[in-house]
């Protein structure tokens, strides 16, 4: 028995004892909802966990070692994952775009001699070199392999057996390795406990309970999935798991599945908001959003369709450190900071700078291994983020005097124009206002002044077009002179990777292209407005 009291029960945080829990308690209440509209009880759930165990432990598969999962939002990506995590082994989920170096990074730095695979994707494996990789188990049909030994799917779902634990699963272990997004570097993987995903989910999501059922369409690769997921678990409520975001599809799922909960990131919010109105928009059953950013789009959703909007900051590495209540005033926030969480924001030397400036927002909490323990086989990454006992988030915030606590940009994608410094998240922010944009992308370009010009980069919105000329003039009473974008480019969809981030990296290396618009050569000129001392 744990004497520490800050350290939770197996059976509040670990996967297994927690299915075991629910279903014993509520056998016949659905627990999760596929796609197809396959739906399991939490009878069904902790018996096909059972027995994907029990397939992967006849597969050689220990307490402690790295399995891969290739695969979409689906079945049989869950039951690799439960699975795993019912035996004690950990879940190590690969981004489904990626393929070549970016592929190879991954399986080689994962150690894994193991991976369940998608028929679709498996091919990509012919091209690189699989590291330790030895057998592999195809789902959702059949693949050839160069190499290495194919499984068919029924060696992940085996009949009969039952599956023997040497030990019990403690909620300090490693749950899961989530690769970070790899948009300005390799990928880095973030090694996960159980304490951090309860803490991530269950303390920062505190306003969910057994009567939500939540809608997870963010892959099961990110925290973004896996952690509204784990909040069914955590709750004893239920999941509707759907493979991505799709506008014209939310409101029927929502409800037909009687959706409450789910969360908005990136262009979902001004998505939905641009749909056409309708009479019917707020006949559904979801109550609440968490929302990323927070934004007008974030409150005129909320007021539209008759929801609470929530917003946070996390990262795969922390755990949700920063939350909101319900529709908070301060456009631009993150929310103030949770209980059992302490940050700051800091200079270049972990000194605190005053309420108003930019520094980077470091994190630690009150509790053991309620955040990442570490990047795997990257003592170097781990030891600079962790610097001084604090992580270190990469991010640059601000806060005021009340304790709001405002993103303002990664530090690495901040633009410096004329000795001002640019938030390109507050440009984009200005940009999406503009009705036929649906994206925005805001980067730095050479300039022949020295330091930067302002670019952006827009996707227009269904059935739109988007006149630079008329953005332009759009944000010019709205921003400072400074902010305003010297470049502008119209592409049909910004690179991203599926976590829809936005690789600005390759909207960097792209540049100033041919169709490019540059409102000097349009004769267009900002100029500082300049006032007299007694105005």
């Known amino acids: 028995m744990v004497y520490d009291p800050r350290i939770p029960a197996p059976e509040a945080c670990v996967l297994g004892p927690l299915l075991e829990k629910w279903a014993e308690k509520k056998p016949d209440q659905t627990a999760i909802i596929f796609e197809d509209g396959e739906a399991w009880t939490w009878a069904e759930t902790l018996a096909l966990t059972r027995r994907a165990a029990k397939g992967l432990q006849d597969m050689g598969v220990k307490g402690g070692e790295h399995v891969l999962s290739w695969?979409?939002?689906?079945?049989?990506?869950?039951?690799?994952w439960f699975g795993l995590d019912y035996l004690g082994a950990v879940y190590v989920p690969i981004n489904?775009?990626?393929?070549?170096?970016?592929?190879?990074?991954?399986?080689?730095?994962?150690?894994?001699k193991l991976m369940v695979c998608h028929a679709a994707l498996a091919p990509n494996l012919n091209t690189i070199d699989t590291g330790a990789l030895a057998d592999?188990?195809?789902?959702?049909?059949?693949?050839?392999?160069?190499?290495?030994?194919?499984?068919?799917?029924?060696?992940?779902?085996?009949?009969?057996g039952n599956v023997e634990l040497s030990t019990p699963v403690e909620p300090w272990e490693t749950m899961y390795i989530i690769f970070t997004s790899g948009t300005t570097g390799p990928s880095k993987a973030v090694l996960s406990s159980y304490i951090q995903t309860y803490a991530m989910t269950a303390e920062a999501n505190d306003y969910l309970d057994e009567n939500d059922r939540i809608l997870v369409n963010l892959p099961l690769f990110h925290v973004g999935g896996t952690m509204f997921v784990m909040a069914a678990l955590y709750n004893g409520g239920s999941c509707v798991i759907v493979d991505s975001f799709r506008t014209e599809e939310f409101w029927p799922t929502v409800r037909r599945h009687e959706i409450t909960y789910t969360c908005f990131v990136g262009a979902m919010t001004p998505f939905l908001l641009k749909a056409p109105p309708s009479n019917h928009d707020k006949d559904h059953t979801l109550r609440g959003?968490?929302?990323?950013p927070w934004n007008e789009d974030s409150l005129a959703v909320g007021e539209r369709y008759g929801i609470e909007m929530r917003t946070a900051f996390n990262m795969t590495e922390i755990s949700a450190p920063i939350v909101s209540g319900v529709n908070p005033t301060a456009l631009g926030t993150c929310g103030q900071p949770r209980e059992g969480v302490e940050v700051r924001v800091v200079d270049e030397n972990d000194c605190e700078v005053a309420p108003g400036e930019v520094g980077e927002l470091i994190v630690r909490t009150d509790r053991p291994w309620s955040m990442n323990h570490g990047y795997y086989k990257n003592l170097e990454a781990t030891a600079a983020a962790w610097r001084n006992g604090w992580f270190h988030t990469g991010d640059g915030f601000r806060y005021d005097e009340d304790g709001n606590f405002f993103f303002v940009d990664r530090i690495k994608d901040a633009i410096r124009r004329r000795g001002e410094n640019i938030s390109s998240f507050e440009v984009e922010s200005e940009v999406t206002m503009f009705p036929a944009v649906a994206e925005a992308a805001a980067i730095p370009?050479?300039?022949?002044?020295?330091e930067d010009e302002v670019m952006v980069v827009v996707s227009p919105a269904p059935e739109q077009e988007v006149d630079p000329r008329a953005l332009f003039e759009f944000l010019e009473p709205r921003m400072a002179h400074f902010m305003l974008?010297?470049?502008?480019?119209?592409?049909?969809?910004?690179?991203?990777?599926?976590?829809?981030?936005?690789?600005?990296?390759?909207?960097?290396?792209?540049?100033?292209t041919d169709d490019t618009w540059d409102r000097e050569a349009h004769g267009i000129k900002v100029r500082r407005q300049r006032l007299n001392a007694g105005d």
């Open 71 to 80: 695969q979409p939002n689906g079945r049989e990506a869950v039951l690799t």
């Open 96 to 112: 489904t775009a990626y393929k070549g170096s970016l592929l190879q990074h991954v399986v080689q730095l994962s150690d894994a």
């Open 136 to 160: 592999v188990i195809i789902t959702n049909g059949e693949a050839g392999l160069n190499g290495l030994k194919v499984h068919a799917p029924s060696a992940l779902l085996p009949e009969g």
């Open 289 to 292: 959003v968490v929302t990323i």
């Open 445 to 450: 370009v050479p300039s022949e002044h020295s």
């Open 485 to 512: 974008p010297r470049y502008i480019r119209i592409m049909g969809g910004l690179p991203k990777t599926p976590t829809q981030k936005i690789q600005k990296n390759l909207l960097r290396d792209d540049g100033i």
